[in-house]
């Protein structure tokens, strides 16, 4: 590029952030320790969460499972057509995905039973508490370990307020300034002022000045302490900044959210550059999936897996929403018939349930905020919500694969 996208100073910053961490190596080496099922298993008993981790071990055994839907369906699959991945949002911590998995059990003795999606999204803040007290491990691993999902997505929202010592240690080891308000408890909270609110700043989108080193620095302590490696973004900035940061850290990820408008292909293509300026030596990058945008259409979603064929940039996925929330987009969505026709064309997709395509309780962006004592309250109902969305999952995957097209769900529907 003519222009770098960072500057001697940024990589500088984000070099000594790692250091800061332990390095590169050290980084991805505790990530791999800490995805180990007996290391997790450990710390959650310590923390709690033992009864809950036996539990899913003993739900999981009753999950249905495809090879049967295939045998009995006398099954075969047209290798011109492209593969599905099914993916649903929504896992919203311990509680919430231990009932949906209750549900899912449920679900084997009935009439509709129902498959583990392969790809799980979460959309909780990254609090002290949630990261720290097992909440999140525990979610992970019954996502990762016991139900054997290929990838678990956490949502790392700048305006979530940090202690100010972390702040205070931040502005030491980078040389940058955090502008940031005391919030009381000896907790700070970054400054933003262009989306202020909790939901015009959905996703953390505002990353003003240098407030990407902020996200760098929370993705990082996540992963460290309970083997997360996979993120949502929140802006252009930060992913230009994550794949500087993660090429030397071959199992950190970000996906794209479908909220920095990735509608059409010209902005398709700056996400290609982005990645081609700091491409690994294996030509991955630190980006794992796109979210395409809700307005695109069949054929664009199709030249998009061109291009990105044709860059030579290796193991990203393509996703785009089948259903989506009432209040993220246009009433009565449905991109079921589009999926079909690119599948169909011989294009891979991931294709992701925000919804489940009816109305019901809780079944809102809202829900995705909800202060933790709420979402506690109202685990059960999450976890409805998402089982639901995981049976619509089911049931247009198995219409795919009626008509050749194979699925990919999660591990243990296997």
């Known amino acids: 590029m003519e222009f770098k996208l960072l500057s001697d100073d940024d990589m500088k910053v984000m070099d000594a952030l790692k250091e800061y961490h332990g390095g590169a190596k050290e980084i991805s080496t505790t990530i791999k320790k800490m995805r180990d099922f007996e290391t997790r298993k450990k ?9 809950m981790i036996e539990e899913a071990e003993d739900l999981v055994k009753k ?12 099954i075969s699959y047209n290798s011109s057509f492209g593969i599905a991945t099914a993916q649903v949002s929504g896992w919203q911590g ?49 996502a990762e370990n016991i139900m054997k999902g290929s990838k678990f997505c956490s949502t790392n929202l700048i305006g979530v307020p940090q202690p100010e010592n972390r702040f205070l240690e931040l502005e030491k080891v980078t040389g940058k300034k955090f502008e940031r308000t005391d919030i009381g408890n000896s907790l700070s909270q970054l400054i933003l002022k262009n989306q202020g ?20 620095d929370g993705i990082t302590r996540t992963a460290l302490a309970t ?25 950190l990820y970000i996906k794209i959210s479908m909220l920095l408008a990735t509608q059409n292909l010209v902005q398709f293509r700056m996400l290609l550059n982005i990645m081609k300026e700091y491409l690994r030596d294996d030509m991955t990058s630190s980006l794992y999936e796109i979210n395409l945008g809700n307005g695109m259409t069949p054929e664009t979603f199709i030249q998009c897996a061109k291009e990105l064929k044709e860059s030579g940039i290796k193991g990203v ?29 011989g294009t891979d997709l991931t294709f992701k349930y925000e919804s489940d395509g009816t109305s019901r309780e809780m079944d809102t962006m809202g829900t995705y905020f909800l202060p933790e004592d709420e979402r506690e309250a109202n685990a059960e109902k999450i976890g409805d919500v998402i089982f639901y969305k995981a049976l619509r999952a089911t049931e247009d995957g198995k219409e795919m694969m009626r008509k050749g097209i194979k699925v990919k769900f999660g591990g243990s529907s296997y």
């Open 63 to 74: 999950f249905v499972k495809v090879g049967d839907f295939e045998r009995e369906n006398n």
């Open 197 to 216: 609110t909790f939901f015009g700043n959905f996703g953390g989108i505002e990353v003003a000045n240098d407030n990407h080193i902020v996200y760098l």
């Open 227 to 251: 083997g997360a490696d996979f993120f949502l973004n929140p802006s252009w900035s930060t992913i230009v900044a994550i794949c500087y940061y993660g090429r030397d850290i071959p199992n």
């Open 94 to 142: 311990a509680k919430v995905t231990h009932h949906a998995m209750k549900r899912i059990a449920e679900s084997a003795s009935t009439d509709e039973p129902c498959f583990v999606p392969s790809e799980f999204i979460s959309v909780v803040a990254l609090t002290d508490n949630y990261v720290y007290n097992g909440d999140l491990m525990a979610t992970l691993t019954m």
């Open 43 to 51: 710390i959650l008993a310590e923390k709690g969460y033992g009864k």
């Open 317 to 345: 996925s393509l996703c785009a929403h089948i259903y989506i929330n009432p209040d993220l987009g246009m009433e009565g969505f449905n991109w079921t018939d589009n999926a079909f026709k690119v599948l169909e064309s």
